[in-house]
């Protein structure tokens, strides 16, 4: 039996939402958009213009909650906890009218999945360190497998996640 060495803290949130609102817009209803690393979310999201952004990158969110995405990563229960952690603030974020963008989750049933051509993904990936070829076909097939479990719809572009996304208000 596995013992979980990291003990979480679910804290106050509203400082960090705070700050979050001067960047980002809150909506009437939030979304969440989920994609394997290396497809260009963060470019995405940094590259909105206007003074206040529509969607959030998920890293930069969870980063300032207090979630360590890579922590414990050999203890299965810590992982599992960790990432389970993602789920409750993506739904959290969702529920105050945020548009999230991001890959982190442990079964959440996001709005919209990303998935670009394999040729495109291995492209952006080449700038990522931390990726390789292995890597990202062990991803596409995780999220791939993911949408299937959830029917969650699958796009190729960003920009056509979010084209469905408006189209549901």
Same mark, same amino acid.
């Given at each position: ?57 998920? &890293?930069?969110?969870?980063? *300032?909650?207090? #979630? ?10 810590? @992982? +599992? ?48 360190? &931390?990726?390789?070829?292995? *890597?990202?076909? #062990? ?10 479990? @959830? +029917? ?18």
């Amino acid at each position: 039996m596995s013992k979980v060495s990291s003990k979480f803290m679910f804290v106050n949130g509203s400082k960090v939402y705070n700050k979050f609102n001067k960047k980002y817009k809150k909506h009437k209803k939030g979304y969440v958009i989920l994609g394997p690393p290396g497809i260009g979310k963060s470019t995405f999201v940094r590259r909105q213009e206007g003074e206040l952004k529509d969607w959030i990158d998920a &890293d930069d969110l969870f980063s *300032k909650l207090g #979630v360590k995405w890579h922590q414990n990563e050999n203890n299965r229960d810590d @992982f +599992k906890l960790n990432y389970m952690r993602c789920d409750y603030m993506l739904e959290q974020s969702k529920l105050l009218g945020y548009r999230i963008i991001g890959a982190l989750f442990w079964e959440y049933k996001a709005d919209a999945v990303v998935m670009p051509p394999i040729n495109v993904h291995r492209e952006y990936a080449k700038s990522r360190p &931390d990726l390789n070829k292995k *890597k990202v076909d #062990v991803l596409r097939k995780l999220f791939r497998d993911h949408a299937k479990k @959830f +029917k969650i719809p699958i796009f190729e572009t960003i920009e056509d996640a979010i084209i469905y996304i408006n189209k549901k208000k």
